[in-house]
Nanobody, 125 residues
Framework: VQLQASGGGLVQAGGYLRLSCAAS????????MGWFRQVPGKEREFVAV????????YYTDSVKSRFTISRDNAKNTVYLQMNSLKPEDTAIYYC???????????????????WGQGTQVTVSS
């Protein structure tokens, strides 16, 4: 599975962006798709996850009610709609795919088998 993330950019606080993650290859093997973010010098942080079938979603507390993860199976693409952006949302955002959740926690980065290249999101105050 190959993942291509896009949609990052520079936006003012309170603005919005939509990230996309296009999957190709053996997409039939994907169980969940997740979004993570990382600030240089800090640990990678879980943001959101959705089952590939679209049945379940989960968000980290800091983005609940502001971010929405969704997918378009016809396009093999997962989206992260980010509204009411804050400067603390500034990070490189990565999409990731897992074939199964072996340890039972989809918030763990080591559950994921495939990663996109990352897209920079910068929120100015």
């Amino acid at each position: 599975v190959q993942l291509q993330a896009s949609g990052g950019g520079l936006v003012q606080a309170g603005g919005y962006l939509r990230l996309s993650c296009a999957a190709s290859g053996r997409t039939w093997s994907i169980y969940v798709m997740g979004w993570f973010r990382q600030v240089p010098g800090k640990e990678r942080e879980f943001v959101a996850v959705q089952t590939w079938s679209g049945g379940s979603t989960y968000y980290t507390d800091s983005v609940k009610s502001r971010f929405t993860i969704s997918r378009d199976n016809a396009k093999n693409t997962v989206y992260l709609q980010m509204n009411s952006l804050k400067p603390e949302d500034t990070a490189i955002y990565y999409c990731a795919a897992a074939r199964n959740i072996r340890r039972g926690d989809s918030r763990r980065g080591d559950e994921y088998d495939f990663w996109g290249q990352g897209t920079q999101v910068t929120v100015s105050s």
